[in-house]
């Protein structure tokens, strides 16, 4: 029985099989070889004969001078070493970055959208628009789940430390996450996490086919999940883990969170056990030999959390959060011209907020830590160097941390106060708990 699981986990963490995939959705590989290999190119510069043209030239004491001998053998050692990493560099070119042909364009641009369903972009615009549009409770929830999942696969990447699949078979067609490891997928862990929390946290509350929702999740979950196969960033066994991680974490985090939601937003000392939480997370955060950036994605991911749940404390200290005079379940009403107009608006403003707190959250950090290790900030935010500049590292990771909380904050409790000024809030939002 165990042989046999070893060979199910080995069969699907094979690269090839990933390369099949891409293959059958229309990635045409080419492979180029070197028709030299390095030994061949060494023999070529270090055999000596004194039959044969290219090799190191040979000389009797009394035909040249000593100095003239060692002047030529440096010569060709040092063409030697620069012949050979030439071909070093070309080689990794190549097993990185093969030859394809994507001969069809409508699984190539339907994966790349997949793709960032799990990105940031995506929690930018997802989890705002879900506040200012949709409701507000049901955001917390989801948000919490996805904070906790989300959290928990970026650190097994680090403890497991696989890499992403071998290339070649497998060609990357994108190389945004190649620094990060691979095992497990936490694109399939959102993939499945965001669409299914929102139908379980829904389906009570509002009047919907429960089957059309489970319908959606599940094209959304597919989507995501071979997005990465078809991208060649993960294996299968990567998303089957992060798969079956998501579900078995998610069987008792939605009651609890379903619970516990509502007294968080209500009690200080929760929420600061919630943000001493997170910022113990990122302190520390387990570390490798080499930088990843999945500790800044995770700074990321526990600084909205917590930020959404200051927010929504704040609307509830402040007295803005009160209970619906009415209970669930809600028929679902579909928006009129003037509703949906309030909408782009709220969404088109909203966004234009974000945009601004990022740069501010970005050159404040910046300045103020840069200030105070005495260091030159313009210089840090323009170095990309991580592994060796730990400056860059934790100034990083506050302006994350700084950004991605205010992000929350503003999207609760900020930007609808300024949407109810001018007149296009949304009635229900000051009512979901």
């Not at 001998?69 to 097993?95: D, F, G, P």
Request: hydrophobic share 45%; charged share 15%; proline share 5%.
């Amino acid at each position: 029985m165990l042989l046999k699981l070893i060979r199910i986990m080995d069969y699907l963490k094979d690269p090839q099989l990933v390369a099949s995939i891409q293959q059958f959705f229309g990635v045409k590989i080419c492979y180029n070889k070197h028709k030299k290999t390095f030994q061949e190119e060494e023999k070529k510069y270090t055999k000596i004969d004194d039959n044969e043209e290219n090799y190191i030239p040979t000389c009797h004491i009394n035909d040249c001078d000593a100095n003239q001998r060692l002047n030529a053998y440096t010569k060709q050692v040092n063409s030697l070493e620069q012949t050979i990493e030439t071909m070093n560099k070309e080689a990794l070119m190549v097993s990185n970055n093969p030859n394809y042909t994507i001969t069809n364009s409508f699984w190539y641009y339907t994966f790349v959208f997949g793709t960032e369903l799990g990105d940031e972009i995506f929690y930018s615009t997802f989890i705002p628009f879900l506040f200012w549009n949709i409701d507000g409770a049901v955001g917390q929830r989801v948000v919490l789940v996805w904070g906790i999942i989300m959290t928990f696969g970026q650190i097994l990447k680090d403890i497991i430390c696989w890499p992403r699949p071998a290339c070649p078979p497998v060609v990357r067609l994108q190389n945004k996450w190649s620094q990060e490891y691979g095992m497990p997928s936490t694109h399939a862990m959102v993939g499945l996490t965001i669409p299914f929390s929102v139908v379980l946290f829904t389906m009570n509350k509002y009047i919907y086919p429960f089957s059309i929702g489970c319908i959606i999740a599940s094209l959304w979950c597919t989507l995501v999940s071979m997005s990465r196969l078809y991208l060649g960033m993960h294996t299968v066994l990567d998303i089957v883990v992060g798969l079956v991680l998501a579900i078995a974490l998610m069987i008792p985090l939605v009651p609890l969170v379903d619970i516990t939601s509502s007294y968080i937003i209500t009690n200080f000392w929760l929420l600061a056990m919630l943000i001493a939480i997170s910022i113990a997370i990122i302190k520390y955060y387990p570390s490798s030999y080499k930088w990843t950036p999945t500790r800044s994605d995770t700074a990321m991911v526990v600084s909205v959390t917590t930020g959404i749940h200051a927010g929504a404390w704040l609307n509830y200290y402040t007295g803005l959060l009160t209970v619906s005079q009415f209970l669930p379940p809600f028929h679902i009403v579909w928006p009129t011209y003037s509703v949906l107009g309030h909408l782009i608006i709220r969404t088109a403003l909203g966004f234009s907020g974000v945009i601004l707190t990022k740069a501010i959250c970005k050159s404040f950090s910046y300045i103020i830590i840069c200030g105070i290790l005495q260091i030159n900030w313009r210089e840090l935010m323009k170095c990309q160097d991580y592994n060796s500049n730990q400056n860059k590292v934790f100034v990083d990771l506050v302006y994350k941390y700084v950004f991605c909380f205010m992000l929350g904050v503003n999207t609760v409790h900020l930007f609808p106060q300024v949407f109810n000024i001018i007149g296009i809030e949304r009635p229900a939002f000051y009512t979901e708990i």
